[in-house]
């Protein structure tokens, strides 16, 4: 595992954290699941996501200490024998093919969506996207022996069985869910924090009734689906509306998410945690803080059922490396600074984002790594969609 040169986090001052180091009694053990491989170019320019994502995350939490060899797991690229357990036979053979010949035939483009803007071709596409497959695999192998995984390259949650769409060639969160069905779960939940709907991992779990899909998304944006819930189906969606905010969201998770894993007697997890949630991403509306999220994830964890967190979306690298690098502290026991140390805060300052002016850089995310609280009035529409979610199940 390539990283920088550690600077451990220590301070005298009672009042330098925020809260407490998490009591790690009776929980799982962490694993931090990742690969050298996403250090390489991926995506090409003018994409949203040609930016500093998963490498950022590794680094700053060498430069904070959080990150002990132990708790690292390399993954391996899943298998094709693997792949096909979803993914259509001739779609695998496209994907290599573009791969390896590094160009893409108009009737390949037009039916896998492939070589698109949306979907680029680049150096080494096949074993980066089977890589993250094999990642989320293993995550859920570790987390049904007893662990609580943290694997931040996944959450390729839009890919389809036969043609990649919205950024992601293979949807790994169904590999996460497949794999756990085969240690022997019988009632998972997988829960979208996203700020895009689910839409590949509801449709392919719609009427598998050992499967529960929850997606929490932003209504009236790409792809433009999970406007209902199907409880028929086990598939439910709160749609909610732009500037989302921190109370509305614990709102949902207390009266709707949480009592439906209580209901479905849920035995395993597997947590989408996409960061265009976040206030400030370019690509959605939403104003949620991390520690909304964190705390969120927390609770849910503390439930200790075998847990696999993912990533998924996030286009600001700011806000991203914040996001995740604070998800492991708070899954590993870690405490959180109210400040960064010198070399982190240079770390953060040297990062760069075509989608987001330099005058538009909050000085907090270049200093901070937990947000400020963003709390704010609980919106009639969103107390309707939960008492309608409640009286599905």
């Known amino acids: 595992m390539q990283s920088l040169a550690s600077e451990s986090m220590s301070s005298n001052d009672p009042g330098s954290f925020i809260g407490q180091r998490a009591t790690m009694t009776d929980r799982p053990s962490p694993l931090f699941v990742g690969s050298d491989i996403y250090r390489n170019p991926a995506f090409g320019f003018n994409h949203p996501l040609n930016i500093v994502r998963h490498a950022a995350v590794l680094d700053l939490l060498s430069l904070l200490g959080w990150l002990d060899k132990a708790d690292f797991r390399e993954s391996s690229p899943a298998s094709v024998e693997q792949l096909l357990q979803f993914h259509d036979h001739a779609y695998i053979r496209a994907l290599q093919y573009a791969n390896a010949t590094g160009s893409v035939a108009h009737?390949?483009?037009?039916?896998?969506?492939?070589?698109?803007?949306?979907?680029?071709?680049?150096?080494?596409?096949?074993?980066?996207?089977?890589?993250?497959?094999?990642?989320?695999?293993?995550?859920?192998?570790?987390?049904?022996?007893?662990?609580?995984?943290?694997?931040?390259?996944?959450?390729?949650?839009?890919?389809?069985?036969?043609?990649?769409?919205?950024?992601?060639?293979?949807?790994?969160?169904?590999?996460?869910?497949?794999?756990?069905?085969?240690?022997?779960s019988e009632r998972i939940m997988y829960l979208d924090l996203d700020a895009h709907h689910g839409d590949g991992v509801e449709d392919a779990f719609y009427e598998e009734p050992r499967v529960t899909t929850v997606s929490i998304h932003e209504q009236h944006r790409w792809p433009f689906s999970g406007t209902h819930s199907h409880a028929h189906a086990g598939a439910f969606n709160f749609s909610v509306p732009i500037e989302f905010n921190d109370s509305e969201f614990d709102y949902i998770m207390q009266n709707a998410v949480l009592p439906l894993f209580n209901a479905n007697e849920t035995d395993a997890l597997v947590i989408c945690c996409g960061a265009d949630c976040l206030a400030g991403d370019p690509l959605s509306h939403m104003k949620l803080t991390n520690v909304v999220l964190w705390d969120a994830v927390d609770?849910?964890?503390?439930?200790?059922?075998?847990?696999?967190?993912?990533?998924?979306?996030?286009?600001?690298?700011?806000?991203?490396?914040?996001?995740?690098?604070?998800?492991?502290?708070?899954?590993?026991?870690?405490?959180?600074?109210?400040?960064?140390?010198?070399?982190?805060?240079?770390?953060?300052?040297?990062?760069?984002?075509?989608?987001?002016?330099?005058?538009?850089?909050?000085?907090?995310?270049?200093?901070?790594?937990?947000?400020?609280?963003?709390?704010?009035?609980?919106?009639?529409?969103?107390?309707?969609?939960?008492?309608?979610?409640?009286s599905l199940f």
């Open 299 to 390: 609770r849910l964890i503390a439930l200790n059922v075998p847990t696999v967190v993912l990533g998924g979306g996030g286009y600001n690298p700011w806000t991203v490396t914040r996001y995740w690098t604070g998800m492991w502290g708070r899954i590993s026991g870690q405490e959180i600074p109210r400040e960064l140390p010198p070399k982190a805060r240079e770390f953060m300052r040297r990062m760069e984002c075509d989608l987001i002016d330099e005058d538009d850089v909050k000085p907090e995310w270049l200093t901070t790594m937990a947000d400020s609280a963003c709390p704010g009035a609980i919106r009639d529409e969103i107390k309707s969609m939960v008492a309608d979610t409640r």
């Open 107 to 184: 009737e390949v483009r037009e039916r896998y969506q492939v070589g698109t803007f949306e979907n680029p071709l680049f150096p080494g596409l096949f074993e980066r996207a089977s890589m993250t497959v094999g990642g989320s695999i293993l995550a859920a192998e570790l987390a049904a022996a007893g662990n609580v995984v943290f694997h931040p390259t996944g959450g390729t949650h839009h890919g389809r069985p036969d043609r990649a769409a919205g950024f992601c060639y293979l949807n790994d969160p169904v590999f996460a869910i497949l794999t756990l069905l085969e240690q022997g």
